[in-house]
């Protein structure tokens, strides 16, 4: 399961010095396979691993003392080994479940720079205490498009998936992949499922088997987080974060192919009615990176797009595309079919994620009487490019072309269920919806 973050590491790992490497992300993710086997297996003689969610009793290596020469003694020998510091990864998964392993990592990044220390967390947005400056850290996502493809075992596709081919042949394969992904989501089990037999996914060749694996590995996911919300939830009602869990998905359904609505506070909680009643669920489900919000827009957008925002006016989407349309009970025919009236939220939320995870977020939109942009993206060089979402082959784009008139700005992108336009067209952009994260080239 290669994912593209291994670069990252790969890079941190031929630093000179370096500061501890922490990969943030939402559980079951795949942060721990990528570092012990992706990356630690591939780059180094051992990863010296301790789980502190499986074996809580580890924390005592840290009770004494957070000196790094005290820490490593006692390593070695709770694991009977020599730590070679040149040629070992020491490897601290589930680091927010030990508090002196956390803090030891100031100690590190202080006294051992040359030491391989990586660590992995499933909640770290709610700790109360961080060794701020002195670890690097990198986040973890469900598996975007690229990352299935690299999943699918396909690599012509993938080479021109990369190379972003606009062929109507190259399409029909891309498209036929997206609505499986939609299906699948980016969990990484449900994909190693998906493509662990078969590469040719149909209605008549195994596929009722298969759907059912993944739609049961979505099941026990979802069942993990809300375990998970009893767990960690503490001063944050746990079964005010399942309530909006599971409201996110039902106020996404609602929208009739059509662009996704600000998040509603009525009837999500009895007699809860306001962001202020809200917000300690909306905020812990987001430090998890269970959920993502977009900031809808209401004027003129301008450079810094925080600028024009409102904390209580956003969308809500789900981490990922599989788990939404499990918890909607969408079935893989469905995806398939591409008719019923829901999935313009799905593409939606698809670009969301996409975004999310090539570093832009938070996201933005921008609505004015009638008319909305799904999205909003800044490049570097402080342009704002708007972004319309089409689920289909319709490229009609009232709203566009209102913005248009509003604003004139220097280039539009529309992301849709075509081949897309010519790759000279520099103006009025159309991109197939799979090429969302390509909106970071612009």
């Not at 026990?220 to 309530?243: C, M, P, V, W």
């Not at 909607?328 to 593409?347: C, M, P, V």
Request: a neutral charge; proline letters at 5%; aromatic letters at 12%.
């Amino acid at each position: 399961m290669e994912r593209l973050l291994t670069k990252h590491l790969t890079n941190w790992k031929q630093k000179s010095e370096r500061k501890p490497l922490l990969i943030d992300g939402a559980r079951q993710v795949g942060k721990s396979f990528l570092i012990e086997y992706e990356f630690g297996r591939q780059q180094f003689n051992r990863v010296l691993k301790l789980d502190f969610l499986a074996n809580p009793k580890l924390s005592q290596l840290f009770a004494d003392s957070l000196i790094p020469a005290d820490i490593l003694l006692n390593i070695e020998l709770e694991l009977g080994v020599d730590i070679d510091a040149s040629t070992d990864l020491i490897f601290f998964d589930e680091i927010g479940e030990c508090p002196g392993a956390l803090r030891s990592l100031k100690f590190f990044a202080e006294q051992r720079p040359d030491l391989y220390l990586c660590a992995s967390g499933s909640n770290i947005g709610l700790l109360d205490s961080f060794p701020v400056g002195k670890v690097e850290i990198l986040e973890l996502f469900p598996m975007t498009f690229e990352e299935f493809l690299m999943a699918s075992d396909s690599p012509k596709i993938l080479q021109l998936f990369r190379e972003g081919r606009q062929l109507q042949a190259v399409h029909n394969k891309l498209w036929n992949l997206l609505l499986d992904y939609y299906f699948v989501g980016g969990m990484p089990e449900a994909v190693s499922a998906w493509f662990g037999k078969h590469h040719a996914p149909d209605l008549t060749s195994g596929i009722n088997e298969r759907c059912a694996t993944v739609r049961s590995i979505h099941g026990e996911l979802i069942a993990g987080y809300l375990r998970d919300f009893g767990k960690y939830s503490g001063k944050t009602n746990a079964q005010h974060i399942e309530r909006v869990f599971h409201n996110v998905p039902l106020q996404l359904s609602k929208n009739i192919d059509t662009s996704v609505k600000r998040y509603r506070f009525n009837d999500v909680i009895e007699k809860k009615r306001s962001y202020l009643d809200l917000s300690g669920p909306i905020e812990w489900l987001e430090k998890t990176k269970l959920i993502s919000r977009c900031y809808p827009i209401q004027c003129e957008p301008q450079s810094p797009l925080a600028a024009y925002r409102k904390e209580n006016f956003f969308k809500l989407f789900l981490s990922d595309i599989g788990l939404l349309g499990y918890m909607l009970d969408i079935s893989y025919q469905e995806h398939r079919q591409q008719n019923l009236e829901y999935k313009g939220y799905l593409a939606e939320n698809f670009v969301q994620n996409e975004l999310r995870a090539s570093g832009y977020y938070p996201t933005y939109s921008w609505e004015f009487r009638q008319a909305e942009i799904e999205f909003l993206f800044k490049t570097p060089a402080g342009e704002i490019v708007p972004v319309e979402v089409k689920s289909g082959r319709r490229t009609q784009a009232k709203s566009l072309r209102s913005y248009k008139e509003r604003y004139n700005p220097g280039r539009t992108v529309k992301l849709a269920g075509t081949v897309g336009s010519s790759e000279a067209e520099k103006t009025d952009i159309v991109w197939p919806l799979y090429y969302a994260a390509r909106l970071r080239t612009l």
